[in-house]
């Protein structure tokens, strides 16, 4: 019988054999995508359990869908629906013009309090790339999902917001800078809080994932109290909580002072020859010349939400674009999970059935991973993988490929699941 997915006060799940998973089907593209990606994800449940486990798929409403049906962008049953069911996928959504609602996306993340935007990036084989080596990109991001400039605090040029806010500057702060007229103002809300409970996640995942290094990435040098503070608490928690479990380049930096750089050099070598995470950090403009040229340093990104915007982005054209980047906001203390595509409705493209649904897959793929159920992610990467190597692809990769065949988006589902007929068990 269908049941709920339900997670203990750790964050930890507990899945059913056949739990029930809400999905908002998305805007524009979506529905073309999602009717692909759904054949996908259960026919991949099929190969690896052979029916002993299989999802309830439970449609909420979400987006133009919503409004049109019952006026309402984002209905507050259906953030009761993801919150009661724990873990839940979505498709892209039209972002309303007007009326209060800044991004459906962020009153999402802000309703469950899913502060971790996660985006795994690495280069699937035969994906077109602008760079030499897409193999060497194989990253994690742990993006700071409810703070920053993105918390929307903002005020206009001109407003009495902003000139009261700029008479306590000045006067009550003694603010010496130059405040021109039309001025407008944008508040920057980083917390230890916020900052801790997200590099938490990102050293976790490094850490159950045996994997080398986790890089803060921030502007620190220029915002000190803001991005230097995550830094700093970054590394604070890093030492305090994982003691035996990382090293960390202010360790290396406290040993060079102290017993010079080579004792400093030695004991990084014996911490990385011990498996321990590496713990560093990057300036972000700095970053974003090393995922060009030195992507191998680098395995688990955690940064705050600005800058995680734009690395995502660059780092996700690097691998292949949107069509096939995927993503997930989490919240590893509630458990609470949703999936989703990174890119948007592409509303030019609606119900033409000929774009590249791997974002969604991908996005499942992570899903699967999140539920426990990797048999089924290895189903789906493997099949995914073939059709690629095969040249049998959707437009976005078709006007990239010499000698690709081109696929409609359902016709790349059919070779997907035409592709786990053979898999080994
Ligand atoms: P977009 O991602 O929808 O489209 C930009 C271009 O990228 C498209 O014209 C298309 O050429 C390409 N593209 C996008 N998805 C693709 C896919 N699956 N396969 C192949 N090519 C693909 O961005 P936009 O035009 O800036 O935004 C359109 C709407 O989507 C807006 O309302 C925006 O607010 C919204 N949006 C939603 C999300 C989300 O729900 N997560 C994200 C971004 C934008």
Redesign the pocket.
């Given at each position: 019988m269908a049941d709920r997915i339900t997670s203990n006060e750790k964050g930890q799940l507990s899945v059913p054999a056949v739990p029930i998973i809400p999905f908002i089907i998305g805007d524009?593209?979506g529905p073309d995508?999602w009717k692909a990606s759904v054949r996908v994800f259960d026919h991949a449940i099929e190969k690896a359990y052979v029916g002993k486990r299989r999802v309830e798929w439970k449609e909420i409403l979400a987006g133009q869908k919503a409004y049109d049906t019952i006026g309402e962008w984002l209905p507050d049953e259906s953030i009761s629906a993801m919150r009661n069911y724990v873990v839940s996928i979505k498709g892209?959504?039209?972002?309303p013009v007007g009326g209060g609602i800044r991004s459906l996306?962020v009153a999402i993340r802000q309703a469950l309090d899913l502060y971790v935007c996660q985006r795994p990036l690495s280069w699937i084989k035969g994906v077109p790339s602008p760079v030499k080596h897409p193999g060497d990109v194989d990253m994690i991001i742990f993006r700071e999902n409810t703070e920053d400039i993105y918390a929307g605090i903002e005020f206009e040029a001109g407003s009495e917001a902003v000139k009261k806010l700029t008479s306590i500057l000045m006067d009550t702060f003694a603010i010496d800078y130059p405040f021109k007229k039309e001025t407008a103002i944008g508040i920057k809300p980083v917390s230890k809080a916020g900052s801790v409970r997200l590099i938490r996640a990102a050293i976790e995942y490094a850490i159950q994932h045996g994997l080398p290094s986790v890089s803060l990435v921030h502007k620190g040098n220029i915002m000190k109290y803001t991005e230097g503070a995550f830094k700093n608490w970054g590394y604070e928690l890093a030492e305090e909580v994982y003691p035996d479990k990382v090293f960390t380049w202010n360790q290396w930096e406290k040993l060079k002072v102290e017993a010079g750089e080579s004792a400093a050099n030695d004991a990084l070598k014996a911490a990385e020859e011990e498996g321990r995470v590496i713990i560093k950090d990057v300036i972000a403009d700095n970053f974003l010349q090393q995922i060009l040229l030195n992507p191998k340093d680098y395995a688990v990104i955690a940064t705050l939400n600005l800058n995680g915007d734009y690395i995502s982005d660059a780092l996700a054209a690097i691998v292949g674009g949107?069509?096939i980047a995927p993503g997930a906001n989490i919240n590893y203390s509630t458990g609470h999970a949703v999936f989703?595509?990174?890119?948007?409705?592409?509303?030019?493209?609606a119900d033409t059935d000929t774009?590249?649904p791997s974002?969604v897959i991908l996005s499942g793929v992570m899903m699967f991973d999140y539920l426990g159920w990797r048999e089924v992610s290895e189903v789906i990467k493997t099949a995914l993988r073939k059709t690629i190597n095969e040249k049998r692809v959707?437009v976005?990769f078709f006007n990239q490929m010499s000698d690709a065949t081109l696929l409609k988006t359902s016709e790349f589902a059919d070779a997907i699941i035409g592709n786990m007929a053979h898999q080994q068990k």
């Open positions: 524009g593209i995508i892209p959504l039209t972002t996306n949107i069509g989703e595509a990174t890119h948007g409705t592409a509303p030019r493209f774009m590249n974002s959707t976005d």
